[in-house]
């Protein structure tokens, strides 16, 4: 899926974002919860990789971010 445009709450500004891969959509499960996470981006910036879903630009507080791979 190609990078999108979306406002980032952590950078305050807008930046590019890609959907999660299968790892951390696995890791976003366990870290949530949740059974579904298709609908949540990461923010590209450097040093960000804050977590937002494509309605919510805040969707958990406190925010979550990606780990980098090892
Ligand atoms: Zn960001």
């Known amino acids: 899926m190609p990078a999108r445009a979306m406002y980032c709450y952590t950078c305050d500004s807008d930046e590019q974002h890609r959907s999660l891969t299968a790892t951390e959509k696995t890791w976003l499960r366990g ?29 958990f507080d406190p925010v979550i971010r990606v780990p980098l791979p090892d």
């Open 31 to 59: 870290r949530t919860g949740r059974r579904s996470v298709d609908e949540f981006f990461m923010c590209e910036a450097p040093e960000c990789r804050n977590v937002r879903s494509g309605f919510n630009k805040h969707p």
